[in-house]
């Protein structure tokens, strides 16, 4: 990555990790002084040794006193992921320093490496015009055999964002599983990033609960057809889910 061109890139570079431990990847931004928007990277990795579990926004996002939104594909087809991917902007600003934009969970499977390739690396800025980033290279997972297993230890809980049906017409049913108590939101917003609902907004206990969407906005008015996306966000992280309205 140059001074002349900003860039994303994997911290750390290269991993080694022990078979069945949980590790963390972030993607990291160098915006070379540019005013930076909005955020959108794909980067391919081997599902045979990792699985990713979810990818959480980074602290240049939760860390600042921007609105902001950030959508999570790792629910999204295929099963199981082959890719770390993820779409983020701020809502009401923009930002020209350095840092984390994205946290990357993930559980290592098979003794064996993976590269870490990015595919897509889409970043925007204040008036949505694409700029050219670089992209690192290079990145790795390596994986060694476990020394030690635990067959009775439980899993951890899993944050899960998920609706039923989708498409859908008039309403849907959301599902989500919470991993912790604490305070939740669960938001509606277009795909410009305007929020069109909330629909949990406050202290939730541990758990799986269900809520139907009506398609209506927050004040009762019937929405068009058309795409919209869920963000269930809280101190266990954040998922996003997209919805698809038909009429």
């Not at 001074?3 to 972030?26: C, H, K, M, R, W």
């Not at 907004?201 to 057809?225: F, M, N, P, Y």
Request: hydrophobic share 40%; glycine share 8%.
């Amino acid at each position: 990555l140059t001074d002349l061109e900003g860039g994303l890139a994997i911290n750390p570079s290269v991993s080694s990790v022990e078979q069945y431990s949980e590790f963390t990847l972030a993607v990291t931004i160098d915006p070379a002084h540019l005013e930076v928007k909005g955020v959108d990277a794909e980067v391919a990795f081997d599902p045979a040794v990792v699985a990713l579990d979810s990818v959480t926004p980074g602290a240049w996002f939760t860390g600042s006193s921007l609105d902001f939104f950030f959508y999570d594909y790792t629910q999204d087809p295929p099963d199981p992921a082959t890719s770390i991917r993820f779409s983020a902007a701020f809502l009401n600003g923009h930002r020209s320093e350095s840092g984390e934009v994205a946290v990357c969970h993930f559980h290592a499977l098979a003794p064996g490496a993976t590269d870490l390739a990015f595919t897509t690396a889409r970043v925007r800025d204040f008036v949505n015009t694409e700029l050219g980033f670089l992209t690192s290279c290079c990145d790795s997972i390596h994986v060694s055999p476990a020394t030690a297993v635990d067959p009775v230890a439980p899993p951890a809980p899993v944050l899960r964002l998920a609706a039923s049906p989708n498409p859908f017409n008039p309403s849907t049913h959301v599902v989500f599983t919470l991993p912790s108590d604490g305070c939740w939101r669960l938001e509606l917003f277009e795909p410009t990033g305007r929020r069109v609902r909330t629909l949990v907004d406050g202290w939730q206990a541990a758990g799986t609960r269900e809520l139907i969407w009506d398609g209506r906005d927050g004040v009762g008015r019937a929405l068009g057809s058309g795409v919209y996306l869920a963000r269930l966000s809280g101190p266990g992280g954040s998922r996003g889910l997209k919805l698809v309205l038909l009429k």
